[in-house]
C-alpha cells in the first residue's frame, strides 16, 4: 500500500532508513526522472526525422555534428532509463537505498542527489580508486 507522499515531503534522517515514506518518495522521483526523458526523447526524434538540406558544406557539417552529439546524449539517457528501472526494482523488492557490496545505507543525501546509486560513498571511492590502479597498470 503506497502512502500519498506530496511534492513537498523531503525524507528525514529522524524517520527510519528507507520506511514507507523514503521508498515512495524516491519511486516518485525515479519515474518523475524517467518519464522527463522519455519525453525528451520523443521530441529529440522528431527533431531529428526532420528533414533539412543545407546548400553550404559548412552548414551541413555543423548539422551533422550537432545530430551526432544529440544521438549520443540520448544513448546515454537510454543506459540512465535501464539504471532507473533497475532502482525502481530495488524499491518494489525492498533492497533501494543499500550498498550492493557492504549492504550498509547508501545514504538519504546521496540517493537524494543520485536517485540510482548502488554503492555507498566509501564503497564508490574504493572502486574508483580500484579502477585507477588497474587502468595505470
Known sequence: MRLDVTNNYMPSESEEYMCVKHLDYFRD?????????????????????????FPDDTDRASSETDRSVELRSRDRQRKLIS????????????????CEETGDPIGLARLEARPTATLSVEAQERHERN???????
Request: aromatic letters at 10%; zero cysteines.
Open 29 to 53: 522521483k525515479l519515474q518523475d526522472w524517467k518519464q522527463e526523458i522519455i519525453s525528451n526523447s520523443k521530441l529529440t526524434l522528431e527533431s531529428l526525422q526532420e528533414k533539412n538540406s
Open 131 to 137: 579502477e585507477k590502479i588497474y587502468r595505470f597498470k
Open 83 to 98: 539504471k532507473i528501472d533497475k532502482a525502481l526494482k530495488k524499491i518494489d523488492e525492498d533492497e533501494y537505498g543499500f
